[in-house]
């Protein structure tokens, strides 16, 4: 069991920036990672239609009988996470419990704002669990539903990008918030603009670290880390395996360390 | 035969600017819609996976008996039509043929401009139409990516929208063309911010009413055309009526004939 791999999925690429976390903060660990390219974006989906498309994900990396659920994406993470439970022989892991702590944490004068897609904002999910680390805690969200397909067309430095921002985030002036939380795996590629926006005093926190220190954290306390040292990594994804690996840079910084293949579910 | 309904599909919502076109034009036909709002959108996916959904799509009215296939979307008329027509017993009619036509008949210099997808304006299928009417033309491509999801957000007349377009489109000037092709059901929304961009002086078509026109012109021409005059209204989609019914308005200028249903392919 221990030396099994970690599944990571997501509804696109945008959880690569979870898979790069994992593999530098768990170097030993071997990862698959599933993309839903085909389908992506689940953001502006129901949430019936999201848990259907989320259960395919987490049943494909359960059949390559991997040791850990990691869902990568904030939207899945928001409405599914019970559903996958409920399926799953084996421990999942969302990123809004990790992020939520983080920012509970963060934050001095209690108050926290949260972007997302218009999913993760509506499921309200943000606000209940910074609550149940910081019960004072008062939460203020905000959708951002065009900084998705922004970020994807490489807008990341763009006027257009910054008036749009300037736009959903002008509430948050008035609220006083000094924390932030980037509820989206997209959103830590135009943080320069979101800084510029929100003000310097205002602390970023994003939920991929947080998630895989919280990730190595379950796996110690279960003696579920691997023994062994030669990772191996897979990528799937459901359509345009050449485009993500042309692409992927954009989320992961460099080149992937394996080219990703194509899956049907 | 004749007075089966007439089958309308499309990869979401933005066909429903077609249906009405239809409604206007053929009142007396029965029209069934499908739009795959579980998977919108298909402009930036693969030809292999838009062609493997597009015969889902096709598939479902060709079991409920449609007398005509009436392929929407520009995407997939533009990568799927030579398989649809593989499967259907039926005629099948895409967008861009007519809209070709409709640009080479209004072009005085030959010039002619496209928008649409990336996939779209990848397939290469505007210039080809285009030259078959008007073997001199001139064709120019530009793919606009995020024009869809700022229409589906609403920002039709923002200044962000404004900012894209003038450097979709910036190319198009020194082109000096006369005619601009509307290659995506979306773009009509915002169409007076592409004519404030491109000029006065350029004429822009868009695909719904020429492909409304031709539809009724090949059902007179074979003997289709009903002979009721109770037209009955079906719409389908993947995912979320209720939005869908609250947002067509933006396409249909005013409440869809029926309230849309959800189905699963």
Request: charged share 25%.
């Amino acid at each position: 069991m221990k030396d099994q791999p970690i599944g990571v999925f997501d509804s696109g690429i945008g959880g690569l920036t979870v898979f790069k976390e994992i593999m530098e903060i768990l170097p030993n660990e071997s990862l698959i990672y599933l993309g839903d390219t085909a389908r992506v974006p689940y953001g502006t989906r129901s949430k019936q239609i999201i848990k259907k498309f989320s259960l395919e994900l987490a049943q494909f990396l359960i059949k390559k009988k991997v040791k850990f659920l990691v869902v990568s994406c904030n939207t899945i993470s928001a409405v599914a996470i019970p559903a996958i439970k409920k399926i799953s022989p084996v421990f999942v892991l969302g990123v809004i419990n990790p992020a939520a702590k983080q920012a509970a944490i963060t934050t001095r004068n209690n108050k926290i704002g949260v972007i997302g897609t218009s999913m993760t904002v509506k499921s309200l999910i943000y606000p209940q669990k910074i609550k149940k680390f910081l019960p004072e805690a008062k939460v203020f969200t905000e959708a951002c539903p065009l900084f998705v397909p922004l970020v994807e067309e490489g807008l990341i430095d763009h006027f257009a990008t910054w008036q749009i921002a300037k736009e959903y985030l002008k509430n948050f002036k008035s609220k006083g918030i000094d924390t932030l939380i980037l509820g989206c795996t997209h959103y830590p590629l135009i943080k320069e603009i979101v800084r510029d926006v929100v003000g310097e005093d205002v602390i970023i926190v994003d939920s991929a670290r947080p998630t895989a220190l919280e990730l190595k954290r379950i796996l110690e306390a279960n003696n579920l880390l691997t023994v062994k040292s030669d990772p191996k990594y897979e990528i799937y994804v459901t359509d345009a395996p050449e485009r993500v690996y042309k692409i992927a840079d954009l989320f992961f910084g460099n080149n992937l360390p394996v080219k990703p293949k194509k899956v049907t579910l």
